[in-house]
């Protein structure tokens, strides 16, 4: 009976998306920053919001979990994989339309990309995001900042779906972007695309603060190796980095996951970390910072089928 219901859910996302565009036992450490993670059972590339829309109608009726992934910068994937459809919106949704002060773009669009292009433009407000490796839509879920900026500031309204396919455009109030969520993600909603309101400025003025960006994020970071990013959310109060360095962390490992020498908040595949050996190592920073100094530590990443 499963075999038959997965059959009928493979042809029908074949015809919604065509049959190049819909993979079997895709091993998620292809598709994700940490290159870690077993196979999905379905891994699909909609081209179009109308196939992204039906892509999920079709999930929903055949009762088979599914996930939407973008640039994959932000989720862990468990080792055994995930028994379910993963949506990737990366390399097909993502055309970008600038007029005046106003970007529209669509979600599987790269924050860096939509950095260098505002900055080509003479757009500025954007800078803050030309290194982060997410996609707009994964962004606004979590309303992803760095150095002193966030998707807020720059969020004028976004057109979302919610899982029965019903669509909503959503003003900056009626996203209620907060540290690292937002209702998307509270909800549910998948984001189709996002219309920033950017200012004008200075071309080079802009690249150059690009430029001074990059090089903190290159001395700073951990960049050559891969990673999910900052792996906990900021305390209230304190620095994540910091506590864990005080922890006597830094280095630490678990098999192949380390605590980054460079940067305490990142914790990083050294080449063969397994998920598990990533969730282990987790679990001792934060057992270790509750103990030593009374702070929870809450995980920044997603976590995909634990």
Sequence with gaps: MQNTKNDML????????GAEYVLCDEPMKKHTTFRIGGPARFFCQPGSAEQLSRTVRACEEAETPWYI??????????????????????HNLEAVRIEGCLMELEAGVLLVKAAHLAAKAGLTGLEFASGIPGTIGGALVMNAGAYGGEMKDVIREALVMKQDGTLLRLSREELELGYRTS???REGYVVLSALLELREGNAAEIEARMQELKEARTTKQPLDYPSA??????????????LIMDSGLRGYRVGGAQ???KH??????????T????MDLIAHVQKEVREQFGVKLEMEIKTLGF
Aim: contains cysteine.
């Design 10 to 17: 493979y042809r029908t996302l074949c015809e919604i998306n």
């Design 69 to 90: 992934l973008g640039n994959g910068s932000n989720t862990l994937v468990s080792d055994a994989g995930y028994d379910g459809v993963v949506i990737q919106l990366f």
């Design 183 to 185: 209702i998307i993600a």
């Design 229 to 242: 990013g900052s792996t906990f959310k900021r305390p209230e109060g304190y620095f994540a980095g910091k």
């Design 259 to 261: 605590v980054s020498e």
């Design 264 to 273: 305490c908040g990142f914790v990083i595949n050294t080449g063969d970390a």
């Design 275 to 278: 998920a598990q050996d990533v």
